[in-house]
């Protein structure tokens, strides 16, 4: 599905990435932790291309980053969900407008009832007619969760998913997104809640990568 | 293709992708009124244009004519020195016909300044020649050297060395007309291009999230395209409609003006201000679709 070959990357300092092999193989459930700063969030843009490496290979779905014209990203965009940390909404458009976008940017509109299951599913039903101005961070997170997956991505990445949620919402959005890994999904995770990663490891066989001295290495039991 | 698939985009409404923009932004009436104004200005410069253009068709064709040859003589060599002035026109290569004007045609001429009854045999009035050229033309200085030769008291009356400057103005006033409303349109664009530029970088926020969720440039181009093209095109009608009242309540000179033929629009040159309007659009979705482009390239 997406592929690291030897991939470096830095914004213009020093290098924040070095050296980064990992395949993302279909169906596989990952963990992405490491120090803040590190860059975890790097890695993901890399991943959907909002990025492209200094040096090195990344490939999406077969095709080198580096050779995808603009119109190749977007449609990456429609098979790749992500969650970012910062969500952002469209404030000008309720909560369950923002939800269905990439289903309107994409010509698909239409599935309402996917949509009310979606926002149900991820604790939101009632709040389908909210301006985002108004949600909570957490409600904001959860949103992202429902925009990131209402396409029926093949690839969910999701940046500090649970950071503004409460216990039992972390669960419930695990829960989520092991059943989606249970029907063929790849899943990455960025997180620092370890707790997270040890509840998922009972649901899931999931590996965990850590970023340590700018290398991105498959953790051990250590956990 | 894909200004073909804006331009469909344009003409097919698609409410859902009108909503992923703001409603609106503080340059939304910019463009309708920048398209009105510059469409009422564009009616006058077309209106200028062909009025000009008649003009400068009428005057060349009357260039293309005739010439006379005024014969100032004694009244006893009067005939003798026409006859000879004759001659002198049946030989000379370039003139199609030559013909002494009577009496009674000369009065008529003359009427409209001395009145009906003058007595103009015993007047010393010189005699008219009216001549027509051929296609070719013919050589007027060579005429005048062998006129002064031959019949001193006539002297060849070139309309060209007076009509032929009204002419060249006239023509010149048509390309003016023509090139102003280039610049009319070259204005608009670039009206349009600052408005677009800064509707497009209020909503730069929008259009990074459209990308991050998989809109591609052509989705997110028209939505701004439509909106630009609709708002020119409603302001151009308004103004054309404007200043095409305008010219038709302009008071009717073709009588007064005498050889001015008004500058308002004649026959079917009515329907001409029609096109401003699709002009106007297009010049919109052109100017949009280029701005937003590169605001795409360089926001994300
Ligand atoms: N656009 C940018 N330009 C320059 N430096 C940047 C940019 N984005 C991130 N950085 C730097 O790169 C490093 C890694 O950032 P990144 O966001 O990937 O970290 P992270 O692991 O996601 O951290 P966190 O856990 O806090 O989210 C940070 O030091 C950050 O300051
Ligand atoms: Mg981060």
Redesign the pocket.
Same mark, same amino acid.
Do not use: C, N, R, V
């Given at each position: 599905m997406i592929a690291f070959e030897n991939v470096a990357y830095n914004? =213009? =300092?020093g290098e *924040?990435l070095s050296e980064v092999s990992i395949r993302l193989a279909p169906g596989s459930f990952h963990f992405l932790t490491?120090?803040?700063?590190? =860059?975890?969030?790097?890695? *993901?843009?890399l991943a959907y291309a909002e990025l492209l490496p200094t040096a090195g290979h990344v490939t999406v779905f077969d095709r080198d980053v580096r050779s995808l014209t603009r119109d190749d990203v977007a449609m990456v965009r429609r098979r790749v969900g992500v969650v970012h940390?910062d969500v952002q909404f469209l404030d000008h458009l309720p909560l369950a407008a923002n939800v269905a976008l990439p289903l309107t940017v994409a010509g698909r509109d239409g599935h309402m009832q996917d949509l009310t299951d979606l926002l149900g599913w991820v604790g939101l039903g009632k709040l389908a007619d909210a301006l985002p101005a108004s949600l909570s961070g957490g409600e904001r997170q959860r949103g992202a969760l429902a925009r990131a997956i209402i396409m029926g991505p093949d690839v969910i990445l999701a940046?500090?998913p649970t950071g503004n949620l409460d216990w039992e919402m972390s669960l419930r959005l695990l829960t989520l997104l092991v059943e989606l890994n249970k029907m063929g999904k790849t899943i990455l995770i960025?997180t620092?809640d370890l707790n997270l990663i040890r509840q998922a490891k009972s649901l899931v066989a999931a590996r965990v990568l850590r970023?340590r001295n700018r290398r991105i290495q498959l953790a051990g039991a250590d956990l | 293709m894909s200004v073909r698939r804006s331009l469909a985009a344009m003409i097919l409404p698609d409410r859902q992708a009108d909503r992923v923009v703001p409603p609106s932004g503080p340059t939304a009436w910019l463009t309708t009124f920048t398209a009105g104004a510059m469409t009422f200005l564009a009616v006058f410069a077309l209106a200028l244009s062909l009025a000009s253009g008649r003009l400068a068709e009428r005057w060349a064709g009357a260039l293309a004519g005739t010439a006379t040859i005024r014969i100032a003589a004694p009244a006893d060599q009067m005939a003798v020195q026409t006859a000879a002035v004759l001659d002198i026109l049946k030989t000379t290569p370039g003139i199609a016909s030559a013909r002494a004007m009577t009496d009674d045609e000369q009065r008529a001429l003359l009427a409209p300044w001395f009145g009906p009854d003058l007595p103009i045999e015993a007047l010393p009035i010189p005699r008219l020649v009216e001549l027509t050229e051929s296609s070719d033309g013919f050589d007027a200085e060579g005429l005048r050297q062998r006129l002064l030769a031959e019949a001193p008291g006539a002297v060849l009356d070139d309309h060209t060395r007076w009509q032929r400057p009204l002419a060249v103005a006239a023509s010149r006033l048509n390309l003016l007309g023509t090139l102003s409303m280039a610049l009319i349109a070259a204005t608009m664009a670039a009206m349009i291009t600052l408005a677009a530029n800064a509707s497009l970088a209020a909503n730069a926020q929008v259009i990074r999230v459209l990308r991050l969720v998989g809109a591609q440039d052509d989705y997110i181009a028209a939505a701004f395209v439509r909106r630009f093209t609709l708002r020119a095109l409603t302001g151009s009608a308004i103004g054309a409609v404007a200043g095409t009242i305008g010219i038709a309540l302009l008071p009717p000179v073709d009588e007064a003006g005498g050889f001015l033929t008004g500058l308002g629009f004649t026959g079917l040159g009515w329907f001409l201000p029609l096109a401003l309007p699709p002009i106007a659009a297009a010049v919109a979705l052109l100017a949009t679709r280029a701005a937003a482009f590169r605001k795409l390239r360089e926001l994300t």
């Open positions: 914004y =213009g =300092g *924040l490491g120090p803040s700063g590190a =860059g975890k969030t790097t890695f *993901l843009k940390q940046d500090e960025a620092h970023i | -």
